[in-house]
């Protein structure tokens, strides 16, 4: 099993080597990008042996799945809902007290 997990790592980094074509000077999207990628497979790889998950596995897994963007949507739309809500309690309160003004006259 040692032997596998020599040659996975060996493999990685020859992987991170290949993609930044042997440059030692890379930009950082690039080397950002090549780490992301790295981080990703190492995740999955521990998920894989372990068959459970930390929140770091999750955290990092999430990235490739865009799940922040998802959840920061979802924020966004529930925010306008109940924003749009408290207006309309706000409005049927006032209506109800102009209700309330006209029938004690």
């Known amino acids: 099993m040692k032997i596998l997990n020599y040659f996975f790592q060996n493999k990685l980094e020859l992987d991170f080597l290949v993609a930044i074509e042997w440059n030692v000077y890379v930009s950082v999207s690039d080397f950002q990008k090549m780490t992301s990628n790295l981080e990703t497979a190492i995740a999955t790889r521990q998920v894989n042996a372990r068959g459970w998950t930390t929140y770091t596995d999750l955290i990092v897994l ?33 209506l109800f007290s102009l209700e309330l003004v006209i029938l004690n006259k």
């Open 62 to 94: 999430s990235r490739n799945l865009q799940l922040q963007k998802l959840w920061t949507l979802l924020a966004e739309c529930t925010f306008k809902v109940s924003s749009i809500r408290q207006f309309e309690i706000g409005l049927n309160l006032i």
